[in-house]
Structures are given as structure tokens and as C-alpha cells.
């Protein structure tokens, strides 16, 4: 019998080797942060091991070679602590955070044009000098600004506030916290792997330009954003469909999405297909392809290799710039650039070594895209096409070319869904249902406007083109935009309000995993370790079932300038608070449904078990809760009575002492309704008289567990 040997895969792919230990030390210096010392101390000693073990005799080593192996894992480990250690800004000491004071004005520079939002314009700046008393001192960093509109009415000062353009600003920064809302996406995480740390609302009185010298800008930097615009001018000017045509065509080409509706975006992200207008691996794709096939026709350019590698490493990362270079297309870029040096100076190399060292070089260059949802829903959909997409297409033999194309199309969609499903979950608590169908129609045919859009703005200078082509454009984009919102309009085309833990995604990952390598391998051991799972996932489930059957609390929620209490018994809930919120906008879907998707609420009710309304007066599970939303006059005689929870809402006109007079106070929450000069007001009170309080606004959501 012939015994075949089979290279273990971190053979064939050596950086998986290298990868892993340094998402391991990525990992260790964000949640446990080691100083600096210890950082150095342990790369200094694992280097010298590794130095050391160098010199044994050849045999001796072969023989330890574990531990060699484990000492290259320890130094790679020290490193990604050393990577993200170097990439924090709160590090250095010119660091804006670590000089400025409340009162002290601040020169930035504005680094992009500015983004058009519903009440401001927001833009980052890079901070340059701090004033302090007269004295300049020069510092760095990133910071968020958010200019009202009211601020721009001149035209001269709309004209010179772009990128380039150095600003005073008068205002105090205002550090960039979290809502505090269950289940609500944590913002000051994401803002702060941007390295912001900070944002400030600035109206007219709060800013000035600084006139003298007071663009800087880099040349490159200066073309991509004049390239950008550029783009957008063409298509809005040969693409004339609706806005959503239009919006779509931006997104499309160049990731521009700030005219994207926003019903629309949700109906592509239902169906499944949001991949299309979030600039991806699959867009690169595209354009490589496209490259290949022009460099081949172009006679002197075919000639040379060399040039012909020059020329599409240049365009691939010269588009991955231009999109914004997000990680999916920065992923993408390295893993193209990888194939397009090996066809030329190496064999074919491994898929996965190439993904595991496109992977390490990104974390290298920046380590907290390993938390970017892009970065990772991007590895796992191409390591699932890798791993399973040519098993289930053999699975099918179909003669006709056509039909064969569309299974392809319907194996590449599965594969990646495989490995990218439960993190969907987690991350957006929404399955697509009906994704293989929106894929096979809506793929092929962004990949034609992608093509066509190209050659719009590469030859809209011809008489006549630009007009045919854009025309060609908003009706493909039309046609895409009409089947995307029919499907998106199919009962059950998404399974949304799925609640999915931490715990629940992994385990969720090891069942489909050993399910489908038992499928592939029909290998029991696979099934074995899947169906023991399953049932560790089953058991999980129903243990959640059983706490969102017992949870009984009250939550008063973080939404600026908005009242918004739930109660909650069960699965069910009581909302009390502001009329617009009982509608679906987007203050309801950014605070309001994570929470009860979170806590698994699936119904609203006028009136729940244990919740008793009388007046301002609320008996909920024997809890005495009273809310002020509006000036009172409380006419108690008697002894005082017993309350609870005191919420004040919208500003009322009260005075906390003259509320003590008349009732004993557990706790008093102050909402985000309030502004904050009251809020401040009733603090100072508070703390006279030594009562509990919670600010909503400035300490986050307060939940109020009544059953205990």
C-alpha cells in the first residue's frame, strides 16, 4: 500500500505561523496594555533565546525544534503588543489630549473636504497648536468637527473652508463617549482606532479661518480629492435618473455614499447585496481584470512585464486611495499585488499564504484593523470561497454553459456566507434570506455599470459619448434599484431582530465549520464534534430564553434631547416618551432597537403585567416611579410620600429641595431631554442635600432592575 503525504497547510502557508501569534499580541496589549518596558524586556529576551538556540549543534536543535517554534511564536506575539503599543497617539507626549485645558483655543487643519450632514458639516482635522494664556504650543492629533449650517450662510467662508484650510477654534472639545443604550454600537471603540478621541460642535461665534498662508496641502493628497470630484461631476452630469441612481452610480465607483438613501441602503443590506455599493475585494476584482485585459491590447506595454507589474500595482492602489481606502479594499490591493509579483518573479503561491501574509502586513502597518468589521467580514468570505466553493460546485454537473455559470455564481455566494453569516449576525442582528437570488442578478450586473461608469468618465470629453453611456448607466442602475426593492418587499426576504452574543457566534462558527468539513470529508469525528456543539448551542439559546422570560426592568435611554423610557416585562415592553419615536426613523434604529433586539422584546403593548399608570405615577412590579416631564405643583398633605425613581424629563421648572419637602427620594435619573445648564443645576442640589442621582447624558443609559 502506498502511503500519500499531504503538506499540513502551515506548511504551505508559513505566515499563518507568523499571523497568528501577532493577532494574539494585538489582543493582549489592548485589553491588558503593557507598559513600554515590559514590551522591549520580553522582545529583547526572546530575540536573544532565538540567538542562542542558534548556536546549538544542528542535532540538538532538530531535536528541540518545538521550542525553537515556540520562541519565533513568543517574539511575534511581542511584537503585535509593540505594534499596537506604537500605534496609540495617548502614547506621545505631544499628543493634543495630554496638554489641552478647558478654555485653551486650538489651530487645526481641516485633512478632507466636508461632508454634508442633516444639521452640520462634519469634517476631521488634524490639530496643530494649542493656546494657552498667550503661549503657543505645537501638538498632534486627530479631532472630529461638526460645523452648523447656520455658521457657513456666507458664501466667501464656504468657499475657503475645505481641505487645506487651518481654523481657530474658541469652543472646548468634548470627548467622544458611548450612549450607554443596551445592545447600541460602540462608537468611542470605533472613533478611537481612527485615533479620535475628541469632537466639537462649532457655530458662527466658536471658529475663525486663519487668513495668512492658510492652505497646506500635499500635492497627492490635492489630486486624489481633485480626482474625486472630478468623477462626481461627470456622473452627475451625464447620469440624469433620480437621486438614487445617481447615489448608487457614486457608491459604485468610487465608495462615495453620502447621497445614498438611507431605505435604500437598508433595502440592499436585506437582500444581501450590500457588498455592491461598499467598495470591496469584489470591485478590485473587477478593475484587475479589466486592467489585465487592456495592458494585453496595448502592444508596447505587452512587451515588457516589468512595466506592465508598474502599471497595474499603480492603478490597483492608486483606486484603493481614491475609494478611501477602506480594509476590504486595502486587503484586496495587497492580496492582487502579491499574485500580480508572483505570476511575474515566482511559482503560483499558496491562496492562504497569501491571504495570512497580506493579513500580517495590513495588522503591521495598522493593528486595530483587526476590530474593523470590513477587515474581517473581507478574510472570511474569500477564505470561504477558498476553502469551500470548488466542493459544492462539484457537488452539481451541469452540461450547459449558461446554467454551469449561474451555479458558479450560486457556489461563490454560499461559500462566502458560510464563514461570514454568524458575524453578519452579530454585527447587524439580520439575515438575508433570499441573497443567492438578489446575488445572481444584482453581481453581474454592478460589475457591467462598473465597466460602463469607467468608461463614462474616461471618455465623456468625446461629443456624444458621455450622454449614451450615462444614459446606459442610470438605466442599468435603475433596473438594479427596481429588482433589489422588489425583492426586498417579498414576505421573509430577511430574518431580522436576531439576538447573537459573543459566546453564541463562536459556538455558531465551530457547528457550521466541523458540519460542513464532515459534509466534504464524510468524516465522523467532524459530525461528532459539530452535533456536541449544536447542543452546547442549544442549551446557550434556550438559557437566554429563559432570562428574557424573567427580566423585568425599566430602562431610560440616552437619545439627546429626546424622552424615551421602556418597561419591560418578558419579551414585552412599554414605551413612554416622545410620539416621533414610535415611529421607524433613524433615532429608533440607531438606540432604540439594538436594546430591545439585545434583550429579545418582540412586542410593544399599551399596557404590560405589573405596570400600573396613574397620573405622573407609575406602580411597576411594587416599585413606586414617578415622572416629571412638565412644571408641577404637588398638593400632598400628610406625611410624605415613598418613591423609588424619580425621572425628570424636557426641562421641567422644579426645585429638588421643595420635592423633599413633599417626597422621600430613592433616586432621581436626569434624561437627555434636559439641557445641560439644568441638569448641572439640579446636580449641585443634589449633592447639598446628598441625594442618589444618575445623568443620562453625562454617565449613559440607567437601567433600573425593578424585580430586585
Given at each position: 500500500?502506498?502511503?500519500?503525504?499531504?503538506?499540513?497547510?502551515?506548511?504551505?502557508?508559513?505566515?499563518?505561523?507568523?499571523?497568528?501569534p501577532?493577532v494574539?499580541?494585538?489582543?493582549?496589549?489592548?485589553?491588558?496594555?503593557?507598559?513600554l518596558?515590559?514590551?522591549?524586556?520580553?522582545?529583547?529576551?526572546?530575540n536573544?533565546?532565538f540567538?542562542?538556540f542558534?548556536?546549538?549543534?544542528?542535532?540538538?536543535?532538530y531535536?528541540l525544534?518545538?521550542?525553537?517554534?515556540?520562541?519565533?511564536?513568543?517574539i511575534?506575539?511581542?511584537?503585535?503588543?509593540?505594534?499596537?503599543?506604537?500605534?496609540?497617539?495617548?502614547r506621545?507626549a505631544?499628543?493634543?489630549?495630554?496638554?489641552?485645558?478647558?478654555?485653551n483655543?486650538?489651530?487645526?487643519?481641516?485633512?478632507?473636504?466636508?461632508?454634508?450632514?442633516?444639521?452640520?458639516?462634519?469634517?476631521?482635522?488634524?490639530?496643530?497648536?494649542?493656546i494657552?494664556?498667550?503661549?503657543?504650543?505645537?501638538?498632534?492629533?486627530?479631532?472630529?468637527l461638526?460645523?452648523s449650517?447656520?455658521?457657513?450662510?456666507?458664501?466667501?467662508?464656504?468657499i475657503?473652508?475645505?481641505?487645506?484650510?487651518?481654523?481657530?477654534?474658541?469652543k472646548?472639545?468634548?470627548?467622544?463617549?458611548?450612549?450607554?443604550?443596551?445592545?447600541?454600537?460602540n462608537?468611542?471603540?470605533?472613533?478611537a482606532?481612527?485615533?479620535?478621541?475628541?469632537h466639537?460642535?462649532?457655530?458662527k461665534?466658536?471658529?475663525?479661518?486663519?487668513?495668512p498662508?492658510?492652505?497646506?496641502?500635499?500635492?497627492?493628497?490635492?489630486?486624489?480629492?481633485?480626482?474625486?470630484?472630478?468623477?462626481?461631476?461627470?456622473?452627475?452630469?451625464?447620469?440624469?435618473?433620480?437621486?438614487?441612481?445617481?447615489?448608487?452610480?457614486e457608491?459604485l465607483?468610487?465608495?462615495?455614499?453620502n447621497?445614498?438613501d438611507?431605505?435604500?441602503?437598508?433595502?440592499?443590506?436585506?437582500?444581501?447585496?450590500?457588498?455592491?455599493?461598499?467598495i470591496?475585494?469584489?470591485?478590485?476584482?473587477?478593475i484587475?481584470?479589466l486592467?489585465?485585459?487592456?495592458?494585453r491590447k496595448?502592444?508596447?506595454?505587452?512587451k515588457?512585464?516589468?512595466?506592465?507589474?508598474?502599471?497595474?500595482?499603480?492603478c490597483?492602489?492608486?483606486?484603493?486611495?481614491?475609494?478611501?481606502?477602506a480594509?476590504s479594499?486595502?486587503?484586496?490591493?495587497?492580496?492582487?499585488?502579491?499574485?500580480?509579483?508572483g505570476?511575474?518573479?515566482?511559482?503560483q503561491?499558496s491562496?492562504?499564504?497569501?491571504l495570512?501574509?497580506?493579513?500580517?502586513?495590513l495588522?503591521?502597518?495598522?493593528?486595530?484593523?483587526?476590530w474593523?468589521?470590513?477587515?474581517?467580514?473581507?478574510?472570511?468570505a474569500?477564505?470561504?470561497?477558498?476553502?469551500?466553493?470548488?466542493?459544492?460546485?462539484n457537488?452539481v454537473?451541469?452540461?450547459?454553459?449558461?446554467?454551469?455559470k449561474?451555479?458558479?455564481l450560486?457556489?461563490?455566494?454560499?461559500?462566502?456566507?458560510?464563514?461570514?453569516?454568524?458575524?453578519?449576525?452579530?454585527?447587524?442582528?439580520?439575515?438575508?434570506?433570499?441573497?443567492?437570488?438578489?446575488?445572481?442578478?444584482?453581481?453581474?450586473?454592478?460589475?457591467?455599470?462598473?465597466?460602463?461608469a469607467?468608461a463614462?468618465?474616461?471618455?465623456?470629453?468625446?461629443?456624444?459619448?458621455?450622454?449614451?453611456?450615462g444614459?446606459?448607466?442610470?438605466?442599468l442602475?435603475?433596473?438594479?434599484?427596481?429588482?433589489?426593492?422588489?425583492?426586498?418587499?417579498?414576505?421573509?426576504?430577511?430574518?431580522?431582530?436576531?439576538?447573537?452574543?459573543i459566546?453564541s457566534?463562536?459556538?455558531?462558527?465551530?457547528?457550521?465549520?466541523?458540519?460542513?468539513?464532515w459534509i466534504?470529508?464524510?468524516?465522523?469525528n467532524?459530525?461528532y464534534v459539530?452535533?456536541?456543539?449544536?447542543?452546547?448551542?442549544?442549551?446557550?439559546?434556550?438559557y437566554?430564553s429563559?432570562?428574557?422570560f424573567?427580566?423585568q426592568?425599566?430602562?431610560?435611554?440616552?437619545?439627546?434631547?429626546?424622552?424615551?423610557?421602556?418597561?419591560?416585562?418578558?419579551?414585552?415592553?412599554?414605551?413612554?416618551?416622545?410620539?416621533?419615536?414610535?415611529e421607524?426613523?433613524?433615532?429608533?434604529?440607531?438606540?432604540?432597537?439594538?436594546?430591545?433586539?439585545?434583550?429579545?422584546?418582540?412586542?410593544?403593548?399599551?399596557?404590560?403585567i405589573?405596570?400600573?399608570?396613574?397620573?405622573?405615577f407609575?406602580?411597576?412590579?411594587?416599585?413606586?416611579?414617578?415622572i416629571?416631564?412638565?412644571?408641577?405643583?404637588?398638593?400632598?398633605?400628610?406625611?410624605?410620600?415613598?418613591?423609588?425613581?424619580?425621572?425628570?424629563?424636557?426641562?421641567p421648572?422644579l426645585?429638588?429641595?421643595?420635592l423633599?419637602?413633599?417626597?422621600?427620594l430613592?433616586?432621581?435619573?436626569f434624561?437627555?431631554?434636559?439641557?445641560?445648564?439644568?441638569?448641572?443645576?439640579?446636580i449641585?442640589?443634589?449633592?447639598?442635600?446628598?441625594l442618589?442621582y444618575?445623568?443620562v447624558?453625562?454617565?449613559?443609559?440607567?437601567?433600573?432592575?425593578?424585580g430586585?
Amino acid at each position: 500500500m502506498v502511503h500519500t503525504y499531504t503538506i499540513p497547510i502551515w506548511k504551505k502557508a508559513p505566515f499563518i505561523r507568523l499571523l497568528l501569534p501577532l493577532v494574539v499580541g494585538i489582543l493582549l496589549q489592548w485589553y491588558i496594555k503593557y507598559s513600554l518596558v515590559v514590551i522591549i524586556a520580553a522582545l529583547l529576551a526572546f530575540n536573544i533565546s532565538f540567538f542562542l538556540f542558534l548556536l546549538l549543534p544542528i542535532a540538538l536543535r532538530y531535536k528541540l525544534k518545538t521550542l525553537q517554534g515556540s520562541i519565533i511564536q513568543l517574539i511575534f506575539i511581542s511584537l503585535g503588543c509593540f505594534l499596537t503599543w506604537q500605534n496609540d497617539i495617548r502614547r506621545v507626549a505631544s499628543w493634543y489630549g495630554n496638554l489641552y485645558h478647558d478654555g485653551n483655543f486650538m489651530v487645526v487643519r481641516i485633512k478632507e473636504p466636508l461632508i454634508e450632514k442633516t444639521k452640520s458639516y462634519k469634517a476631521d482635522a488634524l490639530v496643530e497648536l494649542i493656546i494657552e494664556d498667550g503661549k503657543i504650543i505645537p501638538c498632534k492629533g486627530k479631532l472630529l468637527l461638526y460645523f452648523s449650517k447656520d455658521s457657513l450662510n456666507i458664501s466667501s467662508r464656504t468657499i475657503e473652508l475645505s481641505y487645506g484650510t487651518r481654523v481657530i477654534i474658541y469652543k472646548n472639545l468634548q470627548p467622544i463617549k458611548n450612549s450607554g443604550n443596551p445592545g447600541a454600537f460602540n462608537y468611542e471603540q470605533y472613533a478611537a482606532f481612527q485615533g479620535i478621541f475628541h469632537h466639537v460642535f462649532l457655530k458662527k461665534k466658536d471658529w475663525d479661518i486663519i487668513t495668512p498662508n492658510a492652505n497646506r496641502t500635499t500635492g497627492f493628497n490635492q489630486f486624489i480629492f481633485s480626482t474625486r470630484a472630478y468623477i462626481l461631476t461627470e456622473l452627475r452630469s451625464f447620469v440624469r435618473y433620480s437621486k438614487d441612481e445617481l447615489a448608487i452610480a457614486e457608491a459604485l465607483l468610487i465608495g462615495y455614499t453620502n447621497d445614498l438613501d438611507k431605505d435604500l441602503v437598508q433595502a440592499y443590506s436585506n437582500t444581501g447585496v450590500v457588498h455592491i455599493i461598499a467598495i470591496s475585494g469584489m470591485h478590485l476584482g473587477l478593475i484587475y481584470i479589466l486592467l489585465l485585459w487592456i495592458f494585453r491590447k496595448i502592444p508596447l506595454i505587452n512587451k515588457s512585464k516589468i512595466i506592465q507589474l508598474v502599471l497595474l500595482l499603480s492603478c490597483l492602489w492608486l483606486f484603493s486611495i481614491l475609494t478611501g481606502a477602506a480594509p476590504s479594499v486595502l486587503r484586496a490591493a495587497v492580496m492582487f499585488s502579491f499574485i500580480a509579483i508572483g505570476k511575474q518573479f515566482f511559482k503560483q503561491a499558496s491562496i492562504y499564504n497569501s491571504l495570512a501574509a497580506s493579513a500580517f502586513l495590513l495588522l503591521c502597518y495598522n493593528p486595530y484593523y483587526l476590530w474593523a468589521v470590513g477587515f474581517q467580514l473581507s478574510y472570511l468570505a474569500v477564505l470561504g470561497i477558498v476553502v469551500f466553493q470548488k466542493t459544492i460546485y462539484n457537488l452539481v454537473y451541469i452540461k450547459n454553459k449558461l446554467v454551469d455559470k449561474i451555479w458558479q455564481l450560486i457556489t461563490v455566494s454560499l461559500a462566502a456566507q458560510l464563514l461570514t453569516f454568524s458575524i453578519c449576525i452579530y454585527y447587524f442582528h439580520q439575515f438575508p434570506n433570499l441573497f443567492l437570488i438578489s446575488n445572481i442578478i444584482a453581481v453581474p450586473l454592478s460589475a457591467i455599470i462598473l465597466y460602463v461608469a469607467i468608461a463614462l468618465v474616461s471618455f465623456s470629453w468625446i461629443p456624444h459619448i458621455g450622454m449614451y453611456l450615462g444614459k446606459i448607466v442610470g438605466g442599468l442602475t435603475w433596473l438594479m434599484n427596481k429588482f433589489i426593492l422588489l425583492v426586498n418587499v417579498i414576505p421573509f426576504a430577511v430574518w431580522n431582530k436576531i439576538t447573537a452574543t459573543i459566546l453564541s457566534t463562536y459556538l455558531l462558527y465551530i457547528v457550521v465549520i466541523f458540519f460542513t468539513i464532515w459534509i466534504i470529508h464524510k468524516n465522523k469525528n467532524y459530525f461528532y464534534v459539530g452535533l456536541v456543539t449544536s447542543f452546547m448551542f442549544t442549551i446557550l439559546i434556550a438559557y437566554y430564553s429563559w432570562q428574557t422570560f424573567n427580566q423585568q426592568q425599566l430602562i431610560v435611554y440616552n437619545i439627546t434631547q429626546h424622552q424615551a423610557i421602556d418597561f419591560v416585562n418578558g419579551n414585552r415592553y412599554q414605551f413612554v416618551g416622545d410620539s416621533m419615536l414610535l415611529e421607524e426613523n433613524l433615532l429608533t434604529k440607531l438606540h432604540l432597537n439594538p436594546a430591545r433586539i439585545s434583550l429579545q422584546l418582540n412586542s410593544r403593548e399599551n399596557s404590560i403585567i405589573n405596570l400600573f399608570h396613574s397620573n405622573l405615577f407609575y406602580h411597576f412590579n411594587n416599585k413606586r416611579i414617578l415622572i416629571i416631564d412638565k412644571p408641577i405643583v404637588l398638593k400632598i398633605s400628610g406625611p410624605k410620600i415613598d418613591i423609588d425613581l424619580l425621572i425628570i424629563s424636557k426641562n421641567p421648572t422644579l426645585n429638588i429641595l421643595e420635592l423633599t419637602k413633599k417626597i422621600n427620594l430613592t433616586k432621581i435619573v436626569f434624561d437627555s431631554s434636559n439641557a445641560d445648564w439644568k441638569i448641572k443645576k439640579w446636580i449641585e442640589e443634589c449633592r447639598l442635600l446628598n441625594l442618589n442621582y444618575h445623568s443620562v447624558p453625562d454617565s449613559g443609559t440607567f437601567i433600573y432592575y425593578s424585580g430586585t
